[in-house]
């Protein structure tokens, strides 16, 4: 991956219609979506480059506007876990804007990104001007917080159910849907990388899609993987609503 492959696009006042499309921020007041919209920086990130490394210092956090990004933690064993895939109106690094504590994951492009970026000095600006940021960025790190209580969980299922939600992780991210309601996945992967994302061995993923082709629920075409009825891979990656527990 090439680190600092950040194309920065002198652009004053920037007016982005991704802000009413983004969830949490969609609620703010006219006059804090203007004040936002002045202090936000385009950005370009090149397929594969890294936005930010773990344990790295904090100086900005970004609002994705095209692309596909994914949050990792290197493991015990040395391998690489993957947190999220983050793309059109997610946040990323909204947590350490507000603690200011280095950052607990890598996050890199998994295609050509563009994103929206807010220093911390604007941030703590804005901050002070106005509140009701604050308050919204807050309301979205305990939406996340609440999706890694269930993420913890998950980890507890077995191996068909933990690639089944890797799988809906992708078609989130790069999905497209077809004519016959199968879902296409615009990005290529091999088993050897899924397997080490859902702590498996190469063998065990490659008899899990196999049995998958077998009942009809995924197949190739064009070297991307297609996908059945999206609500089915949901029940496959035992989906249901976690216990709320703060």
Known sequence: MAEGSVASIAVGNPAISIL???????????????????VLRPIELADDAILFRDEAPVDACYLVEEGALKVSIDDFTGGETWLAILGAGDWVGELGIID?????????????????????????????????????????????????????????????????????????????????????????????RLAEVAGASRENVNRQFRAWREAGLCERVQAYYCLRDLSEWELLGGHYPPTITG
């Open 20 to 38: 009413k499309r983004t969830p949490v921020l969609n609620s703010l007041s006219g006059g804090t979506q203007q004040r936002l919209r002045e």
């Open 100 to 192: 200011r504590q280095p950052r607990s994951a890598t996050v890199a492009a998994m295609t050509k990104c563009r994103l929206w970026k807010l220093t911390v000095r604007d941030f703590d600006t804005l901050r002070r001007e106005d509140f009701e940021l604050y308050e919204r960025l807050v309301e979205l790190i305990c939406a996340r917080l609440r999706a890694t209580n269930r993420q913890v969980c998950n980890q507890r299922l077995g191996l068909e159910a933990r690639l089944a939600q890797t799988m809906l992780k992708l078609a989130k991210a790069f999905g497209e849907p077809m004519p016959d309601g199968r879902t296409i996945i615009r990005y290529r992967i091999g088993q050897s």
